[in-house]
Every structure is written in structure tokens, then in C-alpha cells.
């Protein structure tokens, strides 16, 4: 399985960014995934997970982002969204894809760089 992330940059405070992931590989090593999220990790911080999708469409966030983040997925597309609102300054990182399949192996996309100016 490959991921594909896209969507970062520098919004300013209070503004908005949409990430995606875009899944790609075997129809059977697509059918094994079950699960989706993102991560991210700033600036001399640990990786934490922010929000996540199952293929039955559960969603869980992390306690800073809820009310402000949504996660959601297109499965036609085999692609999973980050929508990002009312962005904060601590919300700057680098956002990562993850996929997870029924074995529990994980997949990771390359980063994407959210910058939140003040």
C-alpha cells in the first residue's frame, strides 16, 4: 500500500486547510485495510495521533481537535480526508497518513507540513 498526502501549508490563525490521503496498491491489500487516521508531530515532540477513520466509519479524535477537525472518507477513492478548521498556532507539525490492516500492519505516507502563523 502506498499513501499519498497532500494538502498543507501556511494558513494563518482561525483559517482552514483540507489534508488528503490517497491510498493506492492491490485491490486485495486495499480490501485488508481497516482502519485510517493521521498523525502529526511538531517540532521537538512526540508523534501523536489526531484523528482516525475505521472502515465502518468510527471516528475518534484527539481532545485538542475536537469541534475543529473533522476526518472523513471516500471509499470509491480509497482516500481519507483531514478537514481542518479554526486552526491554531499549536496546531503547526508535520501531518502523517496511516493505514492499518487487519494484521495490524502499519502503512505511513510522507509528511505533510501544516504551518499555523499568530
Known amino acids: 500500500v502506498q499513501l499519498q498526502a497532500s494538502g498543507g501549508g501556511l494558513v494563518q490563525s482561525g483559517g482552514s486547510l483540507r489534508l488528503s490521503c490517497a491510498a493506492s496498491?492491490?485491490?486485495?491489500?486495499?480490501?485488508?485495510?481497516?482502519?485510517m487516521g493521521w498523525y502529526r508531530q511538531a517540532p521537538g515532540k512526540q508523534r501523536e495521533l489526531v484523528a482516525d477513520?475505521?472502515?465502518?466509519?468510527?471516528?475518534d479524535y484527539v481532545d485538542s481537535v475536537k469541534g475543529r477537525f473533522t476526518i472523513y472518507r471516500d471509499s470509491a477513492k480509497n482516500t481519507v480526508y483531514l478537514q481542518m478548521n479554526t486552526l491554531k498556532p499549536e496546531d503547526t507539525a508535520v501531518y502523517y497518513c496511516?493505514?492499518?490492516?487487519?494484521?495490524?500492519?502499519?502503512?505511513w505516507g510522507q509528511g505533510t507540513l501544516v504551518t499555523v502563523s499568530s
Open positions: 496511516n493505514a492499518r490492516n487487519k494484521a495490524f500492519h502499519d502503512y
Open positions: 496498491g492491490s485491490s486485495l491489500t486495499l480490501l485488508s485495510l481497516n482502519y
Open positions: 477513520i475505521t472502515t465502518d466509519g468510527d471516528t
